[in-house]
């Protein structure tokens, strides 16, 4: 290489680095930035195992400029390039639309309002994700409510309450306030009362079907017109527990003859003979409906914002009429479809992943193959990529499908240069190694930090390949960080060759582990476990620490044991 053809990528390199500490508002990662030096750049190609010999030093010297030095070196050196950041950057503060009528609140306070039947899927992740981005860009609050009134047909996991807040955690976020509506029971009693005596409630015995009938032909049942006194007499038997589940509801006088029928006098209140699995809330049988609780929950605790699913449209109407007796305002209120997410075979459903593991198909709410915050979280995908994904998903009224592989791209950006890499030999075959050839292996650690040095590998009389990898008879690979060998078709004989075998002959590079001191390791997939034997060193890893497996991709380090090693993958 010449030292015109050196001084070019070096300022390349230069530009790419700023461009790349800039825009994260970190340091530069060489890895990141190899991509685009590359490609802008065809005629450094033939050199590319130089390239990052020269980037890397680059990249070290923009990490020893200030922030402000980085941008200003950027503007001196490309300032078009500063300028499309910053027009990124002014885009990426508004992914998210405007708050509606956010200038008529003194503070922006949003709720995230989990069922806690279960630990949370995929889907969930977008409502908290957008929430706390609308917070912290309005310098608001996020209220975690538990909408736990129904202890029979979304029934309360015990479990699922610390699980959701661990997930918002991990989301990296955190609820300013957390409270529980099976707490609250007293005060939905009180405003019941109220709304009562307000006339705008009444008890109904009807059967469901018989009460079906009348309200779809636009016709009052027979306790529409109960006084005040009956309707509160009745209402404390319910209370008091008086009642048996089905026998009488208390309903919220709305409009008999409205359009949709749907919001016809409205069940407030039912009787539940099962008790709630929470100590606390286990003697109440009388127990409000969602769109009373939520209704009353976001007055009292001053919620100025609502997102919920398109499909929940009714709920906002039926509140109405709550809050138009109580003379109360209503908050402002965004629809979004649902999210849709590619990759898995289990449908994204609470109830039906808790079937699959009650079954024993799943093994857990984290095996890899549910599309679960918990199984992504063992996995090693970082909560942050998650919440990206999802606040570029918008607001949008119409369903929207996530790509997990934009995910894993946000993740691997987060990862990579962190994570060393590894030989790990899925279905290893043992070819037995001849002639004069190293006795340690030296790969690098990562190939864009000479700094950590190399692994070192015993090699050892075989070595163990992926019966793909193995080439015709009388043909030669490159034994990664080993040499050049060729394939009698029973063994593999060094043959001294340097890199320019691979250079310029166009000699496979492959990956092996000697067969002599290899780990097994289990690899946790969504396709299922895949068993394989990984290089030494890999025993030395901590658990939960990201490596790559060469040519296979990221995983997190589960545990290790005398039988073997398992790791989770992550993603390519």
Not at 331 to 348: C, L, R, S
Not at 369 to 377: D, E, F, G, H, Q
Not at 548 to 560: K, L, N, P, S, T
């Amino acid at each position: 290489m010449d030292q015109e053809l050196r001084e070019r990528i070096e300022r390349e390199a230069e530009k790419h680095a700023l461009m790349n500490a800039v825009k994260h508002g970190g340091e530069a990662d060489v890895g990141a930035i190899m991509g685009p030096l590359m490609g802008e750049n065809p005629d450094f190609r033939p050199h590319g195992d130089e390239v990052p010999g020269i980037a890397a030093p680059v990249a070290a010297r923009v990490n020893d400029l200030t922030p402000e030095e980085r941008r200003e070196r950027l503007a001196d050196l490309a300032p078009e390039l500063l300028d499309e950041l910053e027009a990124d950057e002014e885009d990426d503060e508004h992914v998210l639309p405007d708050l509606p009528n956010a200038e008529a609140y003194d503070e922006i306070r949003m709720r995230c309002a989990p069922n806690p039947n279960g630990p949370w899927h995929l889907g969930h992740a977008r409502m908290p994700a957008v929430i706390a981005t609308y917070k912290e860009r309005y310098g608001g609050s996020m209220l975690c409510r538990f909408d736990d009134t129904d202890p029979e047909t979304k029934r309360p996991d015990l479990e699922a309450y610390d699980a959701i807040l661990d997930a918002i955690e991990y989301l990296g976020f955190e609820a300013d306030e957390v409270i529980r509506a099976s707490d609250r029971v007293e005060t939905y009693y009180e405003h019941a009362r109220d709304l009562i005596d307000r006339g705008g409630a009444y008890t109904c015995t009807c059967p469901g079907e018989t009460f079906s009938q009348l309200k779809n032909s636009g016709k009052a049942c027979p306790h529409r017109e109960r006084s005040v006194e009956e309707t509160r007499e009745e209402f404390e038997a319910m209370v008091d527990g008086e009642y048996d589940a089905g026998e009488i509801v208390l309903r919220v006088r709305t409009d008999i003859t409205h359009k949709n029928p749907a919001l016809r006098d409205w069940v407030a209140f039912r009787m539940v003979d099962r008790p709630h699995p929470r100590e606390e809330a286990a003697e109440y049988r009388c127990w409000p409906m969602l769109d009373f609780q939520s209704g009353i929950d976001d007055h009292l605790t001053g919620i100025t914002h609502i997102v919920r699913g398109i499909d929940l449209q009714d709920s906002a109407k039926r509140q109405r009429f709550l809050y138009d007796y109580f003379g109360w305002e209503y908050p402002e209120v965004i629809h979004w479809g649902h999210v849709q997410i590619d990759a898995y075979d289990v449908k994204m459903s609470t109830s039906r992943i808790k079937e699959l593991i009650e079954t024993g198909e799943l093994e857990g709410w984290d095996d890899p193959r549910a599309p679960t915050i918990a199984s992504v979280r063992r996995r090693g995908i970082r909560g942050e990529a998650l919440t990206e994904a999802m606040i570029e998903l918008g607001t949008s009224t119409t369903d929207v499908d996530l790509a997990m592989s934009t995910v894993y791209a946000k993740n691997r950006e987060r990862i990579d240069d962190a994570s060393d890499r590894y030989f790990l030999v899925r279905e290893g075959e043992r070819v037995a190694l001849s002639g004069e050839g190293p006795d340690v292996a030296e790969p690098p650690r990562h190939p864009d930090h000479e700094e950590r040095g190399t692994r070192e590998i015993p090699v050892g009389d075989a070595a163990l390949v992926e019966p793909a990898d193995l080439p015709n008879e009388g043909e030669r690979v490159w034994l990664k960080g080993l040499g050049c060998v060729r394939y009698s078709g029973e063994e593999f004989e060094f043959t001294g060759d340097d890199i320019d075998a691979v250079r310029e002959e166009g000699v496979d590079v492959i990956h092996w582990v000697p067969e002599e001191g290899s780990v097994p390791v289990r690899l946790r997939t969504m396709d299922g476990d895949v068993e394989g034997r990984a290089e030494p060193e890999f025993a030395d890893t901590e658990v939960d620490e990201m490596v790559q497996f060469e040519r296979i991709g990221f995983a997190r380090v589960d545990r290790h044991s005398d039988v073997e090693s398992v790791a989770y993958f992550a993603h390519p």
